[in-house]
């Protein structure tokens, strides 16, 4: 219809959109430009300490060089596969905890200081018993991704759990369901959204595990090379994995945003 | 014997500083077929004798008995309807009709095209593979009525289904509800407390007092109006005798509760 009669004022109201979209993308792409010109910049003017801030153009030949002579994706291999895996187990895991105590109400109760202590508890600080129980290894860096997210995924998952509406349950109740079909049925499917934001959640805390514990013990990672790059005062090094990790969160990030959009489209209840 | 019986069903609810009577000593039996309204003001426990009767509930002293069995959990045999549709939104509606008949595990072709031909009947037939938020509230309700009805259950527990609408669409769906389950000859219990619909719908009018919550009156509707769909039955004179008449004794009810 507003194909056939041409409305000014829509149009115009389309026009104002568009403009405003524009100025935003305009602005962050200035953002961009002067954070890294001013950076390159005041390291060139040695307003600050080219050792120690580096600079763009440093960290780009150095990226360059790492890509040409491919060890670069070997360390970024190394480090996605942990974090996917610390993120994924993380979550799947604080799920099935999520299920099992909205299962038994008693062991909720029993639990529910037990759950509030580890989730203060900074469980990096564990890290190093980790890494001597279970070996220097992947596993032990798999461990620390998933032990830094899935008690808050517990948590926030039980509390989605148990804030379903009631009558939802109900409605399976009414027609002879069983518990477990209430669960199939009613609860994990209203709680889809919940799961999938604190998978979003995950993927930023399972970069936080897995890069302390390549810090801790690791011969190859993006955190090993941070490590390494401040062992050897080699500053440009350590921010050139830091901005590969930045590049990398991000783009899980908007992976994990593209899923969400495919599989809760349907949901305004 | 009676097709639905209740022998002085009572209900008491503890909480750390009180025990509450909800209901008290209710009496009373259902023939196969009657459509009855449990009329009363908030608060009777009109809602929480219903859940007894579905078995959602266990009565803390009394008995259900359907048929000569006895109540204890939801049957396979007892529909029940809420006050708001609860179509689950990631399901289609198609998914959301069959649901009952998933989970009793009754998937066949027969009870599958059953519950197409009732979807068929309210007229919502094209919506099928539709999501509830694309629909609108009457539709909606009309779509929980099918998904009630598709295990074909001898009588249906309706707690206020229409308390959610507009009075456009509640005026139609009453008409739909009634004649719907008249055509299939299920037995009904409405609760409401809206005295006009209850007087619109009903074979008979079960008025409850509340603190406890007991049966205070009944009242046979009177034949004209039976043979009427409810948007008639609302035009007809003893529509407005009955409703003045229900009115005095719920004005009663409420004073003794002043009092």
Request: hydrophobic share 45%; charged share 20%; proline share 4%.
């Amino acid at each position: 219809m507003n194909k056939m009669i041409p409305n000014k004022a829509h149009s115009d109201y389309l026009q104002k959109l568009r403009k405003r979209t524009i100025q935003v993308k305009v602005s962050q792409f200035l953002i961009f430009i002067v954070f890294f010109g001013l950076w390159q910049y005041s390291s060139d003017q040695k307003w600050i300490d080219p050792l120690l801030f580096s600079s763009p153009i440093k960290i780009v030949k150095l990226l360059a060089e790492k890509i040409s002579d491919g060890t670069v994706f070997v360390h970024i291999g190394m480090t996605l596969t942990e974090t996917v895996f610390g993120f994924l187990l993380g979550t799947l895991i604080g799920t099935l905890l999520a299920a099992l105590i909205w299962w038994f109400p008693f062991l909720s109760r029993v639990l529910d200081p037990y759950l509030v202590v580890l989730n203060a508890m900074p469980k990096v600080a564990i890290g190093p018993i980790l890494i001597v129980a279970l070996g220097p290894n992947l596993t032990s860096i798999v461990a620390m991704g998933i032990l830094i997210s899935v008690i808050i995924t517990t948590i926030v998952i039980y509390t989605a759990f148990t804030n379903v509406e009631p009558n939802y349950v109900k409605v399976i109740r009414s027609f002879g369901g069983t518990k477990f079909q209430c669960f199939k049925e009613v609860i994990l499917p209203a709680c889809f959204p919940a799961i999938i934001s604190s998978l979003k959640v995950n993927v930023g805390l399972s970069w936080v595990g897995v890069i302390v514990g390549e810090f801790l013990v690791s011969k190859e990672g993006l955190g090993y090379l941070i490590i390494y790059g401040f062992q050897v005062f080699n500053f440009t090094l350590v921010l050139m994995s830091l901005l590969i990790i930045a590049f990398l969160a991000t783009i899980m990030y908007q992976l994990v945003e593209a899923l969400e959009k495919k599989l809760i489209k349907n949901r305004i209840s | 014997m009676a097709f639905l019986q209740l022998k002085s069903v009572g209900q008491t609810y503890f909480s750390k500083q009180t025990a509450t009577t909800a209901l008290e000593d209710i009496t009373l039996s259902v023939s196969e077929g009657e459509f009855v309204s449990f009329l009363g003001p908030s608060g009777c426990g009109k809602s929480t004798l219903l859940s007894i009767i579905a078995g959602l509930l266990r009565p803390t002293s009394g008995t259900v008995t359907l048929r000569n069995q006895i109540i204890k959990e939801p049957h396979a045999k007892i529909g029940y309807m809420l006050q708001q549709d609860y179509l689950f939104p990631w399901k289609t509606i198609k998914d959301n009709i069959m649901v009952g008949l998933k989970l009793q595990n009754c998937l066949t072709k027969e009870r599958i095209d059953y519950t197409l031909s009732l979807m068929k009947e309210i007229g919502l037939h094209d919506t099928l593979d539709q999501y509830p938020s694309e629909l609108s509230g009457g539709m909606r309700q009309r779509v929980a009525l099918v998904r009630t009805l598709a295990t074909s259950p001898q009588i249906l527990l309706l707690d206020e289904p229409f308390s959610a609408l507009d009075f456009q669409t509640k005026l139609k769906l009453e008409d739909l509800v009634s004649s719907t389950l008249r055509e299939h000859g299920k037995t009904a219990i409405l609760v409401t407390h809206d005295i006009g619909e209850a007087i619109a719908m009903s074979d008979r009018i079960i008025l409850f007092s509340t603190k406890p919550g007991r049966i205070f009156r009944t009242f046979p509707v009177s034949g004209h109006l039976r043979k009427r769909l409810p948007f008639e039955a609302r035009q007809h004179p003893d529509y407005t005798v009955m409703f003045q008449q229900i009115w005095e004794e719920l004005e009663q009810i409420e004073q003794n509760d002043t009092e």
